[in-house]
């Protein structure tokens, strides 16, 4: 009988290179979709303008020759195709915000590039949820303010197990991964950016609640391995779900954790107890 490792191990090793380009794709857009988030916060609508109006990204480095003393230095653009005119003015507009929110997203480039989708590709879109109104509300709109009570932390961690389950195609390799985390929990952090150990620091929410993720596993180095292929794509369907995780974060499962599982195939999920609960 395979251990839960070793199914990890194997679901890692199965990644081809086309999955591999998928997954960096998958990464790519997502990143995006944060990075104009990042940098109309304060308009969301604007936000979902431009993506509801964007119909492909691409990164590639610039061939052409250049004057000055970078010239011989590889200079990477982003491209964005847009199918309206006002909003990519806006998006010029904003493009070195844009650019700075691309950079604290992981995504390094030089330059930013507006092309207007003409033809076919107008009938594409990157983010087709959007576009057409079906987007899911993000979490805590709506939702009360203050610390999570027992009940609303499952029902987070049940989204977070639907999320993995829409993920992988195969449903057993979905379990392999759930039932490999002995522990789980969610805690909220703000806009700004996060310690690491997920404590909160100064700044506002700007009426919208996201999440770090704590997944406590035995084998920290097959968990992350998975989720460096798996976790944008699984972050993004949390986010489709109404659950916003900035960021998954993985430690050592202690002692008084073995044998016990965060997620179960039946019943709602176990969040770690909290002080005072």
């Excluded at 944060?34 to 604007?46: D, K, L, Y």
């Excluded at 997203?105 to 930013?112: A, F, Q, R």
């Excluded at 620091?201 to 035995?218: A, E, F, H, I």
């Amino acid at each position: 009988m395979q251990t839960i490792s070793t199914e990890l191990d194997m679901l890692v090793a199965n990644l081809g290179e086309e999955a591999a380009r998928a997954m960096k794709r998958a990464r790519n857009k997502e990143r995006y979709r944060a990075a104009v988030e990042r940098t109309w916060r304060m308009r969301p609508e604007v936000a979902r303008l431009v993506l509801a109006h964007t119909n492909g990204i691409f990164i590639a480095k610039d061939e052409r020759p250049r004057r000055g003393p970078d010239r011989d230095r590889d200079w990477w653009v982003f491209g964005i195709y847009l199918d309206d005119a006002m909003v990519r003015t806006e998006v010029d507009a904003w493009q070195s915000v844009l650019l700075q929110a691309l950079h604290d997203e992981g995504i390094s480039v030089d330059e930013l590039r507006f092309l207007p989708a003409k033809w076919d590709m107008r009938a594409r879109k990157l983010f087709p949820e959007i576009a057409a109104g079906r987007e899911e509300p993000a979490v805590g709109e709506g939702a009360a303010r203050g610390p999570w009570r027992g009940q609303d932390e499952s029902r987070a961690l049940d989204t977070v197990k639907k999320a993995v389950c829409l993920v992988f195609e195969d449903t057993e390799q979905a379990w392999a991964f759930l039932e490999s985390v002995r522990g789980a929990a969610l805690d909220e952090v703000l806009l700004r950016e996060s310690t690491d150990t997920g404590s909160r620091r100064g700044g506002k929410t700007q009426g919208k609640r996201s999440y770090w993720l704590r997944l406590y596993v035995d084998d920290v180095a097959a968990t992350e391995h998975l989720l460096g292929a798996y976790g944008e794509a699984i972050r993004s369907r949390a986010y489709r779900l109404g659950l916003r995780i900035r960021k998954i974060v993985v430690r050592q499962a202690s002692a008084n954790l073995a044998g016990q599982h965060a997620f179960y195939r039946q019943g709602p999920s176990r969040p770690l107890p909290r002080p005072g609960r």
